[in-house]
Each structure stands twice: as C-alpha cells, then as structure tokens.
C-alpha cells in the first residue's frame, strides 16, 4: 500500500467546506476531475455505505468508518459495482487490490474563516495515477466553496 496526501487551503469555514464536499448537489462538481457526471449514493454516518460512480453507473463503494463533522471522515473501500447499484463479482487481480484502499479527510480550521483540507489515501501503487486528479479535484471543491 502507498500513501498519498493532498492539502488545500480553502477561504471559508471549516462547516461550510465539510458541507460542500459531502454534499450531493456539489459532488459533481468537485468529483468531475475523474469525469463528468459522477454521483454518489449512500450516507453520511458511521456504518453507512456510500456508492461513487460514473454516468454508466460505474465505480466503488464505501463504509464509512468514522465520520466526526467538520474534522474527518474515514472511509474504507470495500466493494467495486457496476449500473445499478450491483456489487461486481470475479474482479480481476488489479481491481482485487482496490478493496481496502483506505480514503481519510481532515478538515482543520485556521485563523480566521480559513480551512485546510487534507486527503490520505492508502491504496496499493496501481492506483496511483487514478489518485492524481485528486489535486484538480480539491481545485474545483476551492471553486465552489469560494464562488
């Protein structure tokens, strides 16, 4: 497994900027770094599963391990699916290595309406240059909590 950490620094509050990127509405938005139209499923608690995915209804679920709002959400990968909602069977090697792939957001406040955000994502090296559009992502969330 390798970890990988992105930091953004985004001029609102730290509850504003929480909301925005568990928010349904702006997901897309942020998210359009791994291509346009992506959507989630699921909800925001401890337990919960929350499905990501693409407009062919492509993508990855989560459990959300731990979520305390405002401060961090840990999220474990635990399943690839497909259109529908459907969890894939017989992944292949590659994609057997997803499952487990660790995904954590801190949000920490700074003077004044200030945030910084970090990502730590722990996943096996494969899926290092699909993890490399999460700078554009924080990118876009900055665009929308800013505007």
């Given at each position: 497994m390798k970890k990988l950490t992105y930091?953004?620094?985004?001029?609102?509050?730290?509850?504003?900027?929480?909301?925005?990127?568990?928010?349904k509405e702006a997901y897309p938005g942020w998210a359009k770094a791994w291509g346009e139209g992506m959507a989630y499923e699921g909800e925001w608690k401890e337990g919960g599963h929350i499905s990501f995915f693409d407009t062919s209804g492509?993508?990855?679920?989560?459990?959300?391990?731990?979520?305390?709002?405002?401060?961090?959400?840990?999220?474990k990968h635990v399943a690839m699916?497909?259109?529908?909602?459907?969890?894939?069977?017989?992944?292949?090697?590659?994609?057997?290595?997803?499952?487990?792939?660790?995904?954590?957001y801190f949000f920490n406040a700074l003077s004044g309406d200030e945030t910084e955000l970090k990502i730590v994502i722990e996943a096996d090296e494969a899926f290092e240059e699909?993890?490399?559009?999460?700078?554009?992502?924080?990118?876009?969330?900055?665009?929308?909590?800013e505007a």
């Open positions: 930091t953004i620094k985004i001029n609102k509050p730290v509850e504003f900027v929480f909301g925005k990127m568990t928010d492509q993508g990855t679920k989560v459990v959300v391990e731990e979520i305390v709002p405002n401060v961090s959400i840990k999220m699916i497909e259109e529908g909602n459907k969890e894939v069977k017989g992944l292949d090697e590659t994609m057997q290595k997803w499952i487990g792939s660790q995904e954590d699909m993890m490399q559009a999460w700078p554009k992502a924080l990118e876009y969330l900055k665009e929308i909590c």
